[in-house]
């Protein structure tokens, strides 16, 4: 999901909405052991509620009410207590505005190329993705036997993604009981708008049309220098709304939110469309536990849903292992300079 969609004439768009929220430890390794070119979204990332926008962490705000109102009506203020003392998503958590999120400059483009090139420095093949038609594992002889683009590979470990879409392939070896199916939905839209943009990332709560977006502009002319007087706006939006219409009245839809709401300006006018739908599956945590409880260590899990948690509950591993290089230590003594 952090690839991108190649158009031809826009090349290189996001399929998807995303920003970093990680501790200042976390935007070091990505500097340094990524060598990602890191800069401050502008303006920081938002949330919306009704017609009010938010910085983005005070979102908190909004779940903690929520679940204050949810204990008075269900008269259960004493496990309210409990999970205050236990539950972040009930802890009221302030940041300042100072706090500074950053992204890639050439956004998802940047980080997938530079990951792949790692992979390849590495002695890593790296093949075209394949839809992954079996695998199987051998107890005896601790070996994954996999066959995918009408290939059969066969190694130690089989290492997936949060929404790898491995549920049909397991057939062979495992009932996947606990497999939830669904299609991550974005559209790109352009317009013709030399205008500042009014927002980076935006994560709306409970609209019925649109999850989050994000104004991918200055990561389409950073590698499209031509596009200058174009503005894309990268829209998630939910499974009722893209079965509501067909694809152009969505977009009409769209774009009368964008500019009722001011994210775009009001004489802009949307020249293109461009759809990504995703299909996607969720693993059950009992199917993981099956999975890993008896095919370990032949099968590795990774929490990859979201890229921040992904990231800082592998750091400690991942410095680790590029401390041994010394290009590495010299980027993080920069870093930290």
């Not at 008269?75 to 802890?91: G, H, I, M, P, V």
Request: some cysteine; proline content about 4%; hydrophobic content about 40%.
């Amino acid at each position: 999901a952090w690839g991108h969609l190649d158009t031809g004439e826009f090349p290189y768009l996001d399929i998807g909405c995303h920003y970093f929220d990680i501790s200042k430890r976390g935007y070091k390794f990505l500097r340094a052991g990524i060598g990602l070119n890191l800069v401050p979204f502008q303006p920081q990332p938002q949330f919306a509620y009704r017609s009010l926008r938010f910085p983005y962490d005070y979102r908190q705000i909004i779940r903690v009410m929520r679940n204050i109102k949810a204990a008075f009506k269900n008269r259960s203020l004493t496990t309210f207590l409990s999970d205050l003392a236990q539950d972040e998503n009930y802890r009221l958590r302030i940041y300042p505005f100072t706090k500074t999120f950053l992204f890639p400059q050439g956004g998802s483009r940047e980080l997938i190329t530079r990951l792949v090139a790692l992979a390849q420095e590495s002695n890593v093949t790296v093949l075209q993705p394949m839809h992954v038609q079996t695998i199987r594992f051998d107890l005896k002889q601790r070996r994954v036997n996999v066959i995918a683009g009408g290939e059969s590979f066969a190694g130690r470990e089989v290492v997936a993604g949060s929404q790898v879409r491995i549920g049909d392939a397991l057939h062979a070896t495992i009932n996947p009981e606990g497999v939830l199916r669904c299609i991550f939905t974005h559209v790109n839209l352009v317009f013709r708008d030399r205008s500042s943009s009014s927002f980076s990332y935006v994560r709306f709560l409970r609209h019925p049309a649109v999850i989050r977006m994000t104004d991918i502009t200055d990561h389409l002319r950073h590698w499209n220098a031509d596009k200058n007087d174009q503005r894309v706006i990268c829209i998630g939006i939910r499974d009722s709304f893209d079965k509501s219409a067909d694809d152009a009245e969505k977009v009409k839809q769209l774009v009368d939110l964008l500019k009722k709401y001011r994210f775009i300006d009001p004489s802009a006018t949307c020249e293109k469309s461009y759809w990504s739908r995703y299909p996607v599956e969720f693993l059950s945590d009992d199917l993981q536990k099956r999975l890993q409880r008896e095919f370990s260590p032949m099968i590795r899990l990774l929490a990859t849903t979201n890229f921040s948690v992904g990231v800082l509950s592998n750091l400690t591993r991942w410095e680790s292992a590029f401390l041994q290089d010394p290009v590495f230590r010299e980027a993080l003594q920069s870093t930290r300079k």
